[in-house]
């Protein structure tokens, strides 16, 4: 077990929310089409100077992804599932015509960071250390093409709770007037370009009271496909006899890690779990029948959210009593317990980063 010592005192932050929390450092590394990647370089956290003309900036050309790092039961530092993280970045890369990032390439980028900034880990071992990987066009050129040039970068953020301390239920607004994603577009994968056009969607929920924003499906409007940028689980049933559900993979879902990892959790824990589409007017009657007794949403940020309200044009209603149920409860610590190291690591999730 390796002891940290705390080199920054006047950093130290009790309550560190979410996304500006920064850590010290990053990676760098470039890519041109003649000569490939250079040397990854870890460095202290700048700013960057770019061209007024970069690609990234005027055609979306820019991929990411985002992990954790957690402190473990021994006092150590494991980053989760970053192998999987690599290869969706790959994938996300591909889907936009952009130079694949090798996974041991990135591998590295998470472990000089997290071993660069461990020491902000040291007031409070349930923070984490989010990361996020970047990868955007650089090359200064206005044709409409792909570029000749990249630059990727890891860094990194101290990170507390998504939505704040408490995990207190969440209320969601369904939207009618917007899309995500559309079939053959890049709703599986993580492209910049994918959220901006979501916010609208977000700022009319948060005028209509509510937190986060329900996605359906472009095609019908009917099925249930995300909840902001996080997927979702419908529970049926209580006790041992509940039943997790999730919507299943169309192709215009973002694969999420941590909906992942539930499915294979939630199977550990003696739930029966499936994949399979639920429509909106299903979610309602089954959730005024009582047939579904809680539904919450599930990402690296979020990790386990419960749903607490829906509001919609065809009739708001209420999940469960709306308070965290039981299930939604067990799952989230079984995940957490995972994450730190505090039971066992079913499939080789947890990256150990020496410090």
Not at 14 to 34: I, L
Not at 37 to 52: I, Y
Not at 145 to 171: H, I, K
Not at 210 to 228: K, N, P, S, T, Y
Request: hydrophobic fraction near 45%; aromatic fraction near 8%.
């Amino acid at each position: 077990m390796t002891t940290l010592v705390d080199t920054r005192p006047s950093k130290v932050m009790a309550n560190p929310g979410h996304g500006d929390a920064f850590t010290d450092h990053m990676v760098t590394a470039h890519w041109t089409r003649a000569d490939g990647w250079t040397v990854p370089q870890l460095g202290p956290l700048v700013n960057l100077s770019m061209h007024p003309g970069m690609i990234g900036l005027h055609y979306a050309q820019v991929v990411f992804e985002g992990l954790k790092a957690f402190v473990q039961a021994d006092g150590s530092i494991a980053a989760f599932r970053p192998r999987d993280n690599a290869a969706r970045f790959a994938r996300s890369a591909a889907r936009l015509a952009m130079p694949e990032v090798p996974a041991s390439m990135f591998l590295s980028a998470v472990e000089e960071v997290v071993r660069a900034d461990a020491d902000w880990l040291l007031d409070n071992p349930q923070h984490t250390l989010y990361l996020r990987p970047l990868l955007y066009a650089s090359e200064a050129q206005l044709m409409l093409r792909a570029s000749n040039e990249y630059t990727f970068l890891m860094m990194a953020f101290l990170a507390g709770g998504f939505f704040g301390d408490q995990v207190d239920p969440v209320s969601v607004l369904v939207s009618r007037d917007f899309t995500r994603a559309v079939p053959g577009g890049t709703g599986n994968v993580k492209c910049a370009a994918n959220y901006g056009p979501s916010l609208l969607a977000q700022r009319q929920a948060q005028e209509a009271g509510c937190q986060q924003v329900v996605w359906l499906d472009a095609a019908e409007h009917r099925f249930i496909e995300e909840m902001g940028g996080m997927n979702l689980f419908f529970v049926r049933g209580s006790g041992a006899d509940a039943r997790l559900v999730t919507p299943e993979l169309t192709g215009t879902l973002l694969p999420g890690m941590t909906r992942n990892s539930l499915l294979t959790i939630a199977a550990r824990e003696g739930y029966a779990v499936s994949e399979e589409r639920i429509t909106v007017d299903e979610w309602r009657d089954q959730c005024l029948s009582g047939a579904i007794t809680e539904t919450f949403a599930c990402g690296t940020a979020a990790v386990v959210t419960p749903v607490g309200r829906v509001r919609d044009r065809d009739g708001d209603f209420m999940i469960g009593t709306g308070t965290m149920g039981a299930v939604t409860r067990r799952l989230r610590a079984a995940l957490l317990d995972v994450q730190h190291g505090r039971t066992a690591d079913p499939a080789g999730w947890l990256h150990p980063i020496t410090i």
